[in-house]
């Protein structure tokens, strides 16, 4: 099983470009995250997809755009990188069915933004 | 709504010395609680859960929590560390019976001292 597969895993930017994350899961999950990483910061939640259609902001959605492609992709769009979007992305998923797994999580993506 | 306080952002302790992450939460409702490791450059994967039952959970790696109602704790132990335990822990809260997204708190960072 591939669980979640995030792409690109390492991508710079220069202010201004724009670009997309990829995320798919394999699981037949309802629910897709995008969580950013900082230091000291923990994870935050950047948008959700409870279904296939639907999306809702999360604590930090100021500079993204997400896009749920189909039940198994949910893509992540930064439409003028800025450098305080430099962060580690995690893709996540999880089932309504199976909420005391809580998520499985991709990789990540590590993004700079010089 | 929920929160996690992690009480700690970094414990150093020598190795096969016991450690304890402090985890505590606040929440109206009822919650499933779950810890979650990072190892460097990783992304998350989920070390133990705690849905409902046996107040005392184990998890894999050696690790176990306790949750205490009445203090809304989840503290996470291991009585004697090994070097490959260093990395950042995660506690984190979702709903009881709700596919709804996860509330993480900022992390603690275990340092493991030769």
């Known amino acids: 099983n591939a669980g979640v597969t995030q792409t690109p895993k390492f991508q710079v930017l220069k202010t201004g470009q724009s670009m997309t994350l990829q995320c798919a899961q394999d699981?037949?999950?309802?629910?897709m995250y995008w969580y950013r990483q900082d230091p000291g910061m923990g994870l935050r939640l950047i948008y959700y997809s409870a279904s296939e259609g639907t999306t809702d902001k999360g604590e930090v959605p100021n500079g993204y755009n997400v896009s749920r492609l189909n039940k198994r992709e949910f893509s992540l769009r930064l439409e003028s990188a800025a450098p305080s979007q430099t962060s580690v992305y995690f893709c996540a998923s999880s089932s309504n069915a199976l909420i005391g797994h809580g998520y499985t999580f991709g990789s990540g993506t590590r993004l700079t933004v010089v | 709504a929920q929160s996690v306080t992690q009480l700690d952002s970094q414990v150093p302790v020598f190795e096969e010395a016991p450690v304890e992450l402090r985890c505590n939460y606040s929440s109206s409702v009822s919650v499933y609680l779950f810890w979650y490791v990072q190892y460097p450059n990783q992304g998350l994967q989920l070390l133990l859960k705690?849905?409902?039952?046996?107040?005392l959970v184990k998890g894999i790696n050696g690790f176990e929590a306790e949750f205490n109602k009445s203090q809304t704790s989840f503290h996470l132990r291991k009585p004697s560390v090994h070097i490959s335990d260093t990395a950042e822990y995660f506690c984190?809260?979702?709903?009881?019976?709700?596919?709804?997204?996860?509330?993480f708190g900022k992390g603690t960072r275990l340092h493991i001292l030769p």
């Open positions: 699981m037949n999950h309802n629910s």
């Open positions: 984190a809260v979702r709903r009881m019976n709700r596919d709804d997204k996860i509330i």
């Open positions: 705690y849905l409902s039952g046996s107040t």
